[in-house]
Every structure is written in C-alpha cells, then in structure tokens.
C-alpha cells in the first residue's frame, strides 16, 4: 500500500508572489482549505509545503505556500505532484477505496478463473470503469457496481468480479 496519496498537480504558477494553480486529483477540491500541509514530490524528495492560502478558479485550485515568495521560486515545480500522507486522507465511507490502492489488485471471477490484473480506473459520469489487462494483453472494462464488483480485499491484493452478460463479447 502506497503511503503517500496525491491530491493535485501543479499546473503552472499563477502571477508573481509565488502562487501556483493546481490540478486537483482529488473527489473534493474543498478539502484543501483544511489542509495545513502537503508534500512536494520534488522529484528528489518530499518537500514538506506550509498552506498559506487556498483560492478556487474553475476546475482548479490556487495555492499560496509560506515557503515561497516569488514566481522564480515555484516555477521548476511545474508538473509536480502534491502528496499527503495516509493519516491526512479523506476518511472512507464503505466499500469504498484509493484508486491507488486498486491499482496492480488481481481480479477474479465469482467462478474462481483469474480474470487479470487492474491497471487503470477511468473515472465517468455515472460510475468508475476498471481496466483489468488480461494475460493474453486484452484489456476488459467492467463497471464499478455492485452487481458487478463483488468484493475487494486490498490486504489480500484480490478482486472478486462477477461477469455481466455482454461485457466479454
């Protein structure tokens, strides 16, 4: 299991104090005017950030950190990923999960055939989609409901799914 869990990525600085406009890569954008710090995956090492203003523009978030004062500063961070750590995540209600923690699970049938490996999670509309790979490199998208997704033990890395008519064909 990951320790870290990425809730946004700089997109690009914004004016001249050192503010930087953020992709947030969380369910709730709002959840950073509660965060005080975040780290920046500076490529060599978490950076521990201090939050000193949270502002939202369109999709994305703008952020003020105590540690920078300038443009110059913040600019070679563009790209960069914003971390926290696992105690700082959003509490999850049940039968919910990180997709990072979906991530490389193996997935079965509800007749005990290994289906394949969860590589991604398309996030629609209405419902998430798993991307499960399969041996031969197929890939099988399968909706993340209950009728379909049966159960999901993180701890055992094992997803138990059960195939809906028409999703193979």
């Given at each position: 299991m990951e320790s870290y869990l990425r809730v946004g990525v700089i997109a690009s600085t914004h004016g001249l104090k050192g503010e930087v406009k953020v992709f947030p890569t969380t369910d709730d954008p709002k959840r950073f005017q509660k965060l005080q710090e975040v780290l920046l995956d500076t490529g060599n090492e978490y950076k521990p950030l201090k939050v000193a203003g949270?502002?939202?523009?369109?999709?994305?978030?703008?952020?003020?950190?105590?540690?920078?004062?300038?443009?110059?500063?913040?600019?070679?961070?563009?790209?960069?990923?914003?971390?926290?750590?696992?105690?700082?995540?959003?509490?999850?209600?049940?039968?919910?999960?990180?997709?990072?923690?979906?991530?490389?699970?193996?997935?079965?049938?509800?007749?005990?055939?290994?289906?394949?490996?969860?590589?991604?999670?398309?996030?629609?509309?209405?419902?998430?989609?798993?991307?499960?790979?399969?041996?031969?490199?197929k890939e099988i998208l399968l909706p993340a409901i209950p009728s379909c997704i049966l159960s999901v033990d993180v701890e055992e890395g094992r997803m138990t799914v059960h195939i809906l008519e028409g999703l193979l064909s």
């Open positions: 949270v502002k939202f523009f369109k999709n994305q978030v703008i952020l003020k950190f105590q540690e920078f004062q300038d443009i110059n500063e913040v600019q070679q961070y563009k790209g960069r990923d914003l971390l926290v750590t696992r105690d700082q995540a959003v509490p999850l209600a049940e039968n919910e999960n990180f997709i990072t923690d979906l991530i490389d699970l193996e997935v079965y049938t509800d007749e005990g055939q290994r289906l394949g490996v969860l590589t991604d999670v398309l996030q629609t509309g209405a419902n998430d989609v798993y991307v499960v790979e399969t041996e031969e490199g």
